[in-house]
């Protein structure tokens, strides 16, 4: 196998593998990503991809299963606040709990948990 050092040698191992096997070269490039015609195109202009972009496409070519992709920051968070929801959610509330009456003043709209000179605070 040639070595992958720049975006146009992966699409050439992958257009060469595509060959290969008797298949066209985005489907065999669908499972590295989405929209494997974008992600060729992009790869293709690359002066130095990533080591995993590097793994990915050996990996495609060895007929191995692929080294997971990471997410990118936004969907990291995504994922932990949803986790974190999860968690919350699932905490048990205590016997005595009574919600608090958050409708706002209908003169100031200030919250009615926080009070204000109209109405004052809601107590629990």
Not at 48 to 56: D, E, G, K, Q
């Amino acid at each position: 196998m040639t070595t992958l050092v720049t975006g146009a040698d992966i699409v050439a191992a992958i257009e060469q593998g595509a060959k290969e096997r008797g298949v066209s070269v985005h489907w065999l490039a669908r499972r590295l990503s989405s929209d494997p015609r974008k992600w060729l195109s992009q790869v293709a202009i690359a002066q130095r991809p990533t080591p995993l972009t590097i793994a990915r496409v050996e990996a495609l070519l060895a007929d191995e299963p692929l080294p997971r992709a990471v997410a990118n920051n936004f969907q990291l968070a995504r994922e932990e606040r949803a986790a974190r929801h999860t968690v919350a959610a699932s905490l048990p509330l205590p016997d005595d709990f009574q919600p608090l009456d958050r409708e706002p003043c209908p003169r100031c709209a200030v919250r009615g948990d926080i009070g204000c000179s109209h109405r004052g605070a809601v107590r629990p």
